[in-house]
């Protein structure tokens, strides 16, 4: 099977979010980032309280509060930004190229404007799916970003993927909710 696409630097965030998004360290990294600075303003709100002025302390409390609720929005426009950048920096010269993939028993063929590749088939460890694209991720840690809505024949490509999955035994994560939070 053969299809051609090309890529634009939306594919390239979503892929970027979709990936933060599923990262452990990301995960815990937000989590302490949402808790720490509200756990400091209550403990300093506290011993105001206790120590010093009323108003003060409420109003130390009163940001601790904000910022727990409001961080999530914040960090989210901040990874957002973040990865905006770094495809910016890294991935410009591969915006609205042609990308070419031929599959077959043992190989991925790609072409695209650096050259050409060839990747073993067994060496994907695990193909994501979201609403708009299919990622298949390599043992290497390198992924393939597919997106559906520029892929003519998705259902012939949805079965060769269904093949894989069973021949390899890999995970299939089907998540076609998911958004970035």
Known sequence: MRIEYTLEKIDFL?????????????????????IRLPIIYFILGLLLFAFADLIFAIVFIGVGVAWYFLHPFFMKRRYMRHFEKYIDENYQNRFDKTVTMEFDSEFIYTTHYLGEGKLKIKEITEINEIQDYIFLK??????????????GNINELKIILTKIVSDLSINHNIDLNWQWQ
């Open 14 to 34: 979503n892929y970027q979010l979709y990936a933060a998004s599923k990262s452990e360290r990301i995960i815990k990294s937000r989590k302490k980032s949402r």
């Open 138 to 151: 390599f043992s290497s840690g390198e992924s393939l970003i597919l997106p559906k809505d520029r892929i």
